[in-house]
């Protein structure tokens, strides 16, 4: 296995799911973080540190046409502060990405014991680790 195999592994995930849902990828994570935390109203400071991206970059994919059609936002009383939530299309969609996700997850998995599946998934966040310790020593 090459390390870019994970990129054409990502890519083939992110084309099946906009194929499947016409969402992108910043859709695509706003929806299923919504979808984690059952659609609960964030504040953007938190949204965006939930999603490590700035707030910046937040609000700009925020403004983006399709994705405004899939939330609202709310003003904090007493506060300049704004909420972030799903509105009913945006649930919808999290409810659709569940499916597509779990129908994947199928496509890939389906024919293998969960041991193996489960040692996967430790390789992978141990991998996701080694990676993120390294860039904090490179920082």
């Given amino acids: 296995m090459q390390v870019l195999d994970f990129a054409d592994i990502?890519?083939?995930?992110?084309?099946?799911?906009?194929?499947?849902?016409?969402?992108?990828?910043?859709?695509?994570?706003?929806?299923?973080?919504?979808?984690?935390?059952d659609n609960q109203a964030l504040k953007m400071g938190d949204l965006a540190a939930g999603l490590n991206i700035s707030l910046s970059t937040l609000s700009r994919q925020l403004n983006q046409a399709k994705t405004a059609t899939l939330i609202e936002v709310a003003k904090v009383p007493g506060n300049s502060a704004k909420t972030i939530r799903l509105n009913e299309t945006g649930w919808k969609q999290a409810l659709a990405l569940k499916k597509v996700l779990a129908d994947l997850?199928?496509?890939?998995?389906?024919?293998?014991?969960?041991?193996d599946v489960t040692r996967f998934s430790e390789q992978l966040v141990e991998i996701s680790g080694?990676?993120?310790?390294s860039d904090e020593q490179n920082q």
């Fill in 130 to 133: 080694r990676l993120q310790a």
């Fill in 10 to 37: 990502a890519t083939e995930i992110k084309s099946y799911i906009f194929h499947e849902l016409k969402l992108t990828s910043s859709q695509t994570r706003l929806v299923y973080y919504f979808l984690q935390n």
């Fill in 105 to 115: 997850q199928e496509r890939i998995f389906g024919d293998w014991v969960t041991q």
